[in-house]
């Protein structure tokens, strides 16, 4: 039976750099952020990470899957200087990130990276604090979350990879070979819990800004049911899917006004 194509075999023949800056200026931190939208326009959300990220010193490179072609509109945030990667939407986030270290291979050997998406709405505060606990850590690869939900693992919304540690064998293996998965459980399983799976197994040391258990049980996504404990800890992010589908959990509704109080912005106003 022949082996499913990886994705990078797909998209990197059609990928294309669409913004005026085309290379990496010279830093030692550079952020890949996946972010998809069924059009140009980009949200308060992506913006405001582009431009929190570059306020703490941080290259960026956003890697956007889009069935729209049309160049990206950034009126409605801030300005910054990212550069753009456009990519048919294949892969997923991972995808997005396999293909923004593909295309800019130096990211690898970087001493602080970090990897994100536009599942989060926000930053709604500087991501100084943030910033500092991941450069500050002694971890290999360090997670702005870690739960025990299906086995434990960091979550892959936000990771942060030091000390060139992307530039490990059996790191680049992972992000040039990954095949491409058709269900959400074999993206989770293949992606996400393969790559905690690939760490543990290699022995990096792991670790992550907030742990499951200050606002969560066992098993449960903290992100999802342990929200407002996140925000009240500093966690400047709600996950996308709170505000559009609230009634996963009971206070979900309860969002952006929990939001309003603790930093004064409308989240639905980010999407």
Same mark, same amino acid.
């Given at each position: @039976?022949?082996?499913?194509?990886? $994705?990078?075999?797909?998209? +990197?023949?059609?990928?294309? $750099?669409?913004? #005026? ?15 998809? *939208? ?39 945030? #801030? ?23 593909? +295309? ?24 100084? #604090? @943030? ?7 002694? !971890? ?22 030091? *000390? ?6 059996? +790191? ?12 959400? !459980?074999? $993206? ?14 290699? *022995? !990096? ?25 996140? +925000?009240?800890? *500093? ?12 009634? $996963? ?23």
């Amino acid at each position: @039976m022949a082996s499913a194509p990886s $994705i990078l075999e797909r998209v +990197l023949p059609v990928a294309r $750099i669409e913004s #005026p800056r085309r290379t990496l200026p010279a830093t030692d931190r550079v952020a890949v952020v996946a972010s998809y *939208g069924p059009t140009a326009e980009v949200s308060l959300s992506l913006s405001w990470m582009v431009a929190r990220l570059e306020e703490q010193g941080y290259a960026v490179v956003v890697v956007r899957a889009s069935g729209d072609t049309a160049p990206l509109d950034w009126s409605r945030g #801030p300005a910054n200087d990212a550069i753009v990667i456009r990519k048919p939407n294949v892969g997923y986030d991972f995808g997005s990130w396999a293909t923004g270290l593909a +295309l800019f291979p130096e990211i690898r050997r970087k001493p602080y990276v970090i990897i994100t998406n536009d599942s989060l709405v926000g930053p709604f505060a500087s991501l100084k #604090p @943030m910033v500092d606990d991941f450069e500050g850590s002694y !971890f290999d690869v360090w997670g702005g979350t870690w739960t025990a939900q299906y086995m434990p693992h960091l979550q892959s919304f936000l990771l942060g990879f030091k *000390g060139g540690v992307l530039d490990d064998p059996a +790191l680049r293996y992972f992000w040039q070979n990954l095949p491409e998965q058709s269900t959400k !459980f074999d $993206i989770i399983d293949k992606y996400e819990l393969g790559l905690s799976r690939l760490l543990y197994g290699e *022995g !990096f040391v792991t670790g992550a800004w907030f742990d499951y258990e200050l606002v969560v049980h066992y098993t449960q996504n903290p992100t999802i049911s342990g929200w407002r404990g996140l +925000l009240e800890h *500093g966690f400047p992010f709600v996950k996308r899917e709170l505000l559009t589908n609230p009634g $996963i959990v009971a206070d979900g509704p309860e969002v952006p006004a929990v939001v309003q109080e603790l930093y004064g912005i409308d989240p639905t106003g980010w999407l």
